[in-house]
Nanobody
Framework: QLQLVESGGGLVQPGGSLRVSCLASGARLDYYNIGWFRQAPGKGREGVSCISGAGLSTNYADSVKGRFTISRDNAKNTVYLQMNNLKPEDTAVYYC???????????????????WGKGTLVTISS
């Protein structure tokens, strides 16, 4: 049974950087497209980025394009989200999720995901 665990959240000043990680267990990570999502207080969950099984396709929400980079190391069963030039509006709980559908190459950030992690909190504040 696939399980996902996020880590790496914390408090960062505006303009700073942070890398969050998504560690998978119970199944081979390369079988899955992985998406990063976030939910800020009082707002709905939004798709942030996605990456295909081999890492050949990636997509980003307009709000993070040019600042965030998604990557994966299938040998370590881990997907990363490198976040640079962070803004207060990036404050949210960040979730990773897996899908057996090869959706990311289609340019879609939001589909029905199969497995979710519990999230890691990222706070951008002075």
């Amino acid at each position: 049974q696939l399980q996902l665990v996020e880590s790496g959240g914390g408090l960062v000043q505006p303009g700073g950087s942070l890398r969050v990680s998504c560690l998978a267990s119970g199944a081979r990570l390369d079988y899955y497209n992985i998406g990063w999502f976030r939910q800020a207080p009082g707002k709905g969950r939004e798709g942030v980025s996605c990456i295909s099984g081999a890492g050949l396709s990636t997509n980003y929400a307009d709000s993070v394009k040019g600042r965030f980079t998604i990557s994966r190391d299938n040998a370590k069963n881990t997907v990363y989200l490198q976040m640079n030039n962070l803004k207060p509006e990036d404050t949210a709980v960040y979730y990773c999720a897996a899908s057996a559908v090869n959706y990311c190459r289609r340019g879609t950030l939001n589909i029905g995901m199969d497995v979710w992690g519990k999230g890691t909190l990222v706070t951008i504040s002075s």
